[in-house]
T-cell receptor
């Protein structure tokens, strides 16, 4: 079993749809949770950063962390074609130095 | 743009050759981490350098080695290249070597091994 599992697989939605992306993890030491967005042939860029359990909202993006269930989510409201990219969840512990990533979800938003 | 730069952008090598990839960290950052991202996968941690010392290593063989310089820029060296080394190599810099410090990624170097 991988340390971080990410769902769904490739996703294609119409413009304006609500998108839900999810990751589950097995390491209870993880405390810091991130979502990165990666456009084709580019490096990942940080989208959302959350410490421990709770919700965080930034514009059309909402990140949720449920440490009791070892489950994190990213919601995108009113999705736009410019949101088309690969979304990667990542996490790390307090004294841990490395990020552990999910495999990514390729999102396509169709106009 | 994060301020993290990497060179070269693309590289083609043949099996058995050696390669050096370079990374300049964001201003003020003393920590550089390297990741390997195979096609369709998430990045995998290779190692991290903090103030010129290796601060941790992932599950990669010793033919993957690195350096960090006094200006905190860094190199990744890979010896005896194998076909499976074909990937996007990413470096990320952070303020300190702590889980709470955000890692900012460069654009990557795409390595193809033939």
């Amino acid at each position: 079993q991988k340390e971080v599992e990410q769902d769904p697989g490739p996703l294609s939605v119409p413009e304006g749809a609500i998108v839900s992306l999810n990751c589950t993890y097995s390491n209870s030491a993880f405390q810091y949770f991130m979502w990165y967005r990666q456009y084709s042939r580019k490096g990942p860029e940080l989208l959302m950063y959350t410490y421990s359990s709770g919700n965080k909202e930034d514009g059309r993006f909402t990140a949720q962390v449920d440490k009791s269930s070892k489950y994190i989510s990213l919601f995108i409201r009113d999705s736009q074609p410019s949101d088309s990219a690969t979304y990667l969840c990542a996490m790390t512990g307090g004294s841990n130095y490395k990020l552990t990533f999910g495999k990514g979800t390729l999102l396509t938003v169709n106009p | 743009e994060t301020g993290v730069t990497q060179s070269p952008t693309h590289l083609i090598k043949t099996r058995g050759q050696q390669v050096t990839l370079r990374c300049s960290s964001q201003s003020g950052h003393n920590t550089v981490s390297w990741y390997q991202q195979a096609l369709g996968q998430g990045p995998q941690f290779i190692f991290q350098y903090y103030r010129e010392e290796e601060n941790g290593r992932g599950n990669f063989p010793p033919r993957f080695s690195g350096l960090q310089f006094p200006n905190y820029s860094s190199e990744l060296n890979v010896n005896a290249l194998e076909l499976d080394d074909s990937a996007l190599y990413l470096c990320a810099s952070s303020l300190e070597a702590s889980g709470r410090d955000t890692q900012y990624f460069g654009p990557g170097t795409r390595l193809t091994v033939l």
